[in-house]
């Protein structure tokens, strides 16, 4: 009989050879990206597009609070007003100190809470209304408050128009309004210098931006304007004199103040009131201080009034105060 042969390879009895080796890994499938639901926005609501509008950064850090009223000045027998009263933490320092207080608070949302919140304080009458609306009071009174920084110009326009009844006005501004304004970069400002006769601009300190809620971008300033008890000029022709002068000053051209005022005044008394008044023919007109402006002023006085019969003049000055009027100098 033939003997069997198994194939070399073949395992014996004929039984197929197994497989002995680890089975091999699969190479990992590359992850589907994942899809997330976007998210939806969060909605803001009436009490929220209010304090937008309104421009609403609440002033709640005590200490600030006690820095803007020390500022304030206010005494027993004052009148005061105060402009945006917001949740009340200035109203309620300010009451005590005062002989009347009229807050203005232009969002009704407010007028519950203040309300409530001043319910023990007799002196105070909350009003709801746009301050910029509102009449001046008919005696002297003082101006105090925490403003929206997008209408300060125009608060502080209002403040000027109601001079002499307003004794003051302490206003927390934006740092940088409140140092322009003053003279603190080194520089004047067209408004500052205008109304420098009757008006002292005084910056009492800084606030810092986490003194209030929500924290806005940028510091406060505490803004002083104090009304003189006597005018610097009270001459009405002086005082026509250096308001013309000013404007025409600050609205010029030639790239200094010495040739601004060239186009009106003669120059051998130009360079005389430059010389009384410290300056240099090549001075821009933003580095002359108030004190100077009033130098130059007395020296011109009769220049400036005699250029007002000039018709030259007349159309020059026009052109100037239209300018003055539609700029933020």
């Not at 080796?21 to 899809?35: F, I, S, W």
């Not at 519950?112 to 209304?129: D, K, N, S, T, W």
């Not at 009405?236 to 600050?250: I, N």
């Not at 400036?304 to 000055?317: D, F």
Request: with cysteine; proline share 9%; glycine share 6%.
């Amino acid at each position: 009989m033939a003997r069997n042969r198994h194939h070399p390879h073949a395992p014996r009895g004929g039984e197929p050879r197994r497989n002995t080796e680890p089975p091999r890994a699969e190479p990992p499938r590359a992850k589907a990206p994942r899809t997330e639901a976007p998210r939806a926005k969060p909605r803001r609501t009436e009490r929220d597009r209010a304090r937008r509008a309104y421009g609403q950064n609440f002033l709640v850090d005590p200490g600030a609070v006690a820095r803007v009223v020390r500022a304030a000045r206010p005494g027993p027998g004052d009148l005061l007003v105060e402009v945006g009263a917001g949740k009340g933490a200035l109203t309620e320092a300010l009451a005590p100190r005062c002989r009347e207080l009229i807050s203005y608070e232009i969002d009704r949302h407010l007028i519950p809470g203040l309300r409530e919140r001043l319910a023990r304080c007799p002196r105070v009458r909350v009003v709801h209304q746009d301050f910029l609306q509102a009449a001046p009071p008919r005696e002297p009174f003082a101006l105090v408050g925490n403003v929206p920084y997008a209408r300060t110009a125009e608060i502080v326009a209002w403040a000027l128009r109601a001079v002499p009844r307003l004794t003051s006005a302490t206003l927390l501004t934006q740092a940088e309004y409140a140092r322009k304004r003053t003279g603190d970069y080194g520089r004047w400002s067209l408004l500052t210098v205008r109304s420098w006769p009757e008006v002292e601009w005084r910056l009492c300190g800084r606030v810092a931006r986490t003194a209030f809620r929500p924290v806005p971008a940028v510091d406060g300033g505490i803004l002083r304007l104090t009304r003189r008890p006597r005018p610097l000029l009270t001459d009405p022709a002086a005082r026509s004199a250096y308001a013309d002068l000013v404007e025409l000053g600050f609205t010029g051209v030639g790239g200094s103040l010495h040739a601004s005022l060239r186009r009106v005044c003669p120059a051998r008394a130009l360079d005389r009131a430059f010389r009384a008044a410290g300056l240099g023919r090549d001075v821009v007109v933003a580095y002359v201080t108030p004190e100077q402006w009033l130098v130059l002023a007395q020296e011109l006085t009769e220049v400036v009034a005699g250029m007002r019969s000039s018709a030259v003049s007349k159309e020059l000055m026009v052109r100037v105060k239209s300018r003055v009027d539609n700029s933020n100098l």
